[in-house]
């Protein structure tokens, strides 16, 4: 499972790093050390918190482009078969669904738990994968 350190989970969540410093303390969120030794959570425990109750500043993957709808979000469900997966975000307090190929999937890399922006333009979603998330 991908690995979010505190000062991104504090970011995605729209709260303060000693808020998630907090939750670790008290059990609501559980961490580890990575390699280089800092404080990380599992993406997957920090999309199932945030599906309950995040909200989400802006877009922060830095990523320029046309579409004015970008929602950064966690991966909170995937449903794939040959051709095409389903993945669920959840972004703050909105659930977006899209629909790309699964050979999309394989090459974002993307699972539960990790970070993801969805791009909204008319009625197509587009979901990509910032730097930080891979």
């Known amino acids: 499972m991908p690995q979010i350190r505190i000062k991104d989970a504090a970011l995605y969540l729209g709260v303060s790093d000693d808020t998630v410093r907090r939750w670790i303390d008290g059990g609501v969120l559980g961490s580890a050390k990575d390699e280089s030794g800092r404080t990380v959570v599992d993406g997957l425990e920090l999309a199932q918190l945030a599906k309950q109750n995040a909200v989400l500043p802006g877009d922060p993957s830095g ?13 909170t469900g995937i449903v794939m078969d040959r051709v095409m997966a389903q ?44 730097a930080v998330a891979r």
């Open 87 to 130: 993945v669920e975000l959840q972004c703050g307090p909105h659930r977006v669904v899209s629909l790309i190929s699964s050979e999309a999937l394989r090459e974002l890399g993307l699972e539960p738990g990790s970070v993801a922006v969805a791009v909204i333009k008319a009625t197509n979603v587009i979901v990509e994968a910032p």
């Open 63 to 75: 990523v320029a482009g046309s579409a004015r709808n970008r929602f950064v979000g966690l991966v």
